[in-house]
């Protein structure tokens, strides 16, 4: 049976660290403010100036994941690239990194799912290699989320909490009878909370981009109502555990590591408590790196690597829930 493993992982930062303090320099916030409500101490953005796009960031984390997995450019059949933020509208960033990876014409996926949308990767990638259509994918999860950002004091409740990063797998296909690699995986959405987390423009339903009335209402910026993400999240975020977990036949006691989506540090911890996890088994880094979108669980993934907390039979669940509103878990064994 051909099973989708993950042969390497890698993550990229941006040089600019942004503390809680360099924020109160820009807006009326304080240290403490952000850290009682979002658990977040520093975020990386990418300095003001550079002539980067989102792309570029991904493209940093793939050499890394493509040289430790021994791969050449050339090596993916196919790109899997996750991201919110597009170096251009139109085309996605997965045409932009292909060609900068110069590893020939191959096929790139981009997938716009937001704070899920690594999560959606990992199960298209499964999907393929399983299928036999491919064998080899290179999956990028990377934002670039501060050139979106009006970093004001209206603005704060969303300023504060994203940020810029990139973070990459190779993932290949094995023949093996053993159960290992991609498990499970259970996704859901629900539409009438797409105006919970949202960018209006340019994409709007109706009107001229330029139209005076968005342009008031500020639809260029992202909007969140906290509120209702938080309460979803809470609640969603137990139920889809306990469906991957059904789908897979494992129990959570089954898990070795809980790996959510870094969107609020109180989310997670609501989270954990739901379901009684102990502390050592859910992993969160939003406190050093701020809500990176569709970066925020393979970055995870490669500070695991790197800190070895992981060893081969471990059991991982991946799970997170964002903008549409999307949720889902997908459970990986680590060969």
């Given at each position: 049976m051909?099973?989708?493993?993950?042969?390497?992982?890698?993550?990229?930062?941006?040089?600019?660290?942004?503390?809680?303090?360099?924020?109160?320099?820009?807006m009326?916030?304080?240290?403490?403010?952000?850290?009682?409500?979002?658990?977040?101490?520093a975020?990386?953005?990418?300095?003001?100036?550079?002539?980067?796009?989102?792309?570029?960031?991904?493209?940093?984390?793939?050499?890394?994941?493509?040289?430790?997995?021994?791969?050449?450019?050339?090596?993916?059949?196919?790109?899997?690239?996750?991201?919110?933020?597009?170096?251009?509208?139109?085309?996605?960033?997965?045409?932009?990194?292909?060609?900068?990876?110069?590893?020939?014409?191959?096929?790139?996926?981009?997938?716009?799912?937001?704070?899920?949308?690594?999560?959606?990767?990992?199960?298209?990638?499964?999907?393929?290699?399983?299928?036999?259509?491919?064998?080899?994918?290179?999956?990028?999860?990377?934002?670039?989320?501060?050139?979106f950002?009006?970093?004001?004091?209206a603005?704060?409740d969303?300023?504060?909490?994203?940020?810029?990063?990139?973070?990459?797998?190779?993932?290949?296909?094995?023949?093996?009878?053993?159960?290992?690699?991609?498990?499970?995986s259970?996704?859901?959405?629900?539409?009438?909370?797409?105006?919970?987390?949202?960018?209006?423009?340019?994409?709007?339903?109706?009107?001229?981009?330029?139209?005076?009335?968005?342009?008031a209402?500020?639809?260029?910026?992202?909007?969140?109502?906290?509120?209702t993400?938080?309460?979803?999240?809470?609640?969603?975020?137990?139920?889809?555990?306990?469906?991957?977990?059904?789908?897979?036949?494992?129990?959570?006691?089954?898990?070795?590591?809980?790996?959510?989506?870094?969107?609020?540090?109180?989310?997670?911890?609501?989270?954990?408590?739901?379901?009684?996890?102990?502390?050592?088994?859910?992993?969160?880094?939003?406190?050093?790196?701020?809500?990176?979108?569709?970066?925020?669980?393979?970055?995870?993934?490669?500070?695991?690597?790197?800190?070895?907390?992981?060893?081969?039979?471990?059991?991982?669940?991946?799970?997170?829930?964002g903008?549409?509103?999307?949720?889902?878990?997908?459970?990986?064994?680590?060969?």
């Amino acid at each position: 049976m051909k099973r989708a493993i993950i042969k390497s992982t890698a993550r990229y930062l941006p040089a600019n660290r942004v503390t809680n303090e360099d924020l109160t320099h820009m807006m009326d916030t304080t240290d403490e403010w952000i850290r009682q409500r979002t658990g977040i101490e520093a975020r990386y953005w990418v300095p003001d100036g550079d002539d980067v796009g989102t792309s570029d960031l991904a493209l940093e984390a793939s050499r890394v994941a493509l040289g430790r997995a021994g791969w050449a450019p050339s090596d993916p059949d196919l790109i899997v690239m996750a991201t919110m933020t597009s170096d251009t509208y139109i085309p996605g960033a997965g045409a932009h990194l292909q060609d900068k990876l110069g590893g020939g014409y191959k096929p790139a996926l981009d997938i716009r799912q937001q704070c899920t949308g690594f999560l959606h990767g990992l199960e298209v990638c499964d999907a393929y290699i399983r299928s036999g259509l491919v064998r080899k994918v290179l999956l990028v999860g990377a934002d670039y989320q501060s050139r979106f950002m009006e970093k004001t004091t209206a603005n704060r409740d969303t300023a504060v909490i994203f940020a810029d990063g990139a973070g990459a797998v190779c993932i290949a296909a094995e023949e093996t009878d053993a159960a290992v690699g991609i498990l499970a995986s259970v996704f859901h959405a629900d539409g009438k909370h797409a105006n919970a987390l949202q960018v209006g423009i340019p994409a709007r339903k109706s009107g001229y981009a330029m139209d005076p009335d968005m342009l008031a209402n500020r639809e260029y910026f992202p909007y969140m109502d906290g509120r209702t993400v938080f309460k979803m999240a809470v609640t969603r975020l137990p139920e889809v555990a306990g469906e991957v977990l059904a789908k897979a036949g494992l129990e959570l006691a089954d898990i070795d590591m809980v790996v959510p989506h870094q969107a609020n540090l109180r989310i997670n911890e609501a989270f954990r408590d739901r379901l009684k996890l102990p502390e050592e088994k859910i992993y969160n880094n939003i406190q050093e790196y701020g809500n990176t979108t569709s970066a925020t669980i393979p970055i995870a993934m490669d500070e695991l690597m790197e800190k070895k907390m992981l060893k081969p039979g471990d059991n991982v669940l991946f799970i997170g829930l964002g903008a549409g509103l999307t949720w889902g878990g997908v459970i990986y064994r680590l060969p």
